[in-house]
T-cell receptor, first 114, second 112 residues
Framework: NAGVMQNPRHLVRRRGQEARLRCSPM?????VYWYRQLPEEGLKFMVY????????ESGMPKERFSAEFPKEGPSILRIQQVVRGDSAAYFC????????????FGAGTRLSVL | GESVGLHLPTLSVQEGDNSIINCAYS??????FIWYKQESGKGPQFIID?????DKRQGQRVTVLLNKTVKHLSLQIAATQPGDSAVYFC???????????FGSGTRLSIRP
């Protein structure tokens, strides 16, 4: 049973470009979460999705950031017109349910904005 | 506001000794707590969890203690090994909520 798969592991973008981060949840999991981690800090919640629905996006910046979890395929976190402050590690987690279910994390995507 | 915090940012332990990592939380409504281990360059790895109707839970070499009176959580690692070197996060996830709220982490280093 493969774990949560994220790709790419490392992503380098220049300011103004777009970044697309992908996440495939564990088999049997229908709940996906995205978190951001700055160096030497804890993870900060961004968004929670189920298939074709955004359930909670209270941690998402209002502009340039979007997320989706289509019926088929991985969940995508999209950052438009990246700025240097977007440089961070982005982690995806999945769970079979929510609210008290264990969330299992992927290895993350490290985004560097030049 | 709600928060999950840690008492010490770093902890150095002799190999073979027991490690105790502490965590404080402020939200009385919190009813589910998790400890994660994060090694360098990797994602958080689930260690152990505990619900608010319990005050102690044991796993393999790890024990989590919950004191709801003082809103304190601790992780005990028995016979600490070099492979235990990592950053440890306590986190809160309420049954009615979806997101995990992470503390800032404690870095555990092992002395040979």
């Amino acid at each position: 049973n493969a774990g949560v798969m994220q790709n790419p592991r490392h992503l380098v973008r220049r300011r103004g470009q777009e970044a697309r981060l992908r996440c495939s949840p564990m088999k049997g999991h229908s709940h996906v979460y995205w978190y951001r981690q700055l160096p030497e800090e804890g993870l900060k919640f961004m968004v929670y999705l189920q298939k074709e629905n955004i359930i909670d996006e209270s941690g998402m910046p209002k502009e340039r950031f979007s997320a989706e979890f289509p019926k088929e395929g991985p969940s995508i976190l999209r950052i438009q017109q990246v700025v240097r402050g977007d440089s961070a590690a982005y982690f995806c987690a999945s769970s079979p349910g929510t609210g008290g279910d264990i969330q299992y994390f992927g290895a993350g995507t490290r985004l560097s904005v030049l | 506001g709600e928060s999950v915090g840690l008492h010490l940012p770093t902890l150095s332990v002799q190999e073979g000794d027991n490690s105790i990592i502490n965590c404080a939380y402020s939200n009385s409504a919190s009813d589910y707590f998790i400890w994660y281990k994060q090694e360098s360059g990797k994602g958080p790895q689930f260690i152990i969890d505990i619900r608010s109707n319990m005050d102690k839970r044991q796993g393999q070499r790890v024990t989590v203690l919950l004191n709801k009176t003082v809103k304190h959580l601790s992780l005990q690692i028995a016979a600490t090994q070099p492979g235990d070197s990592a950053v440890y996060f306590c986190a809160e996830n309420r049954s009615s909520a979806s997101k995990i709220i992470f503390g800032s982490g404690t870095r555990l280093s092992i002395r040979p």
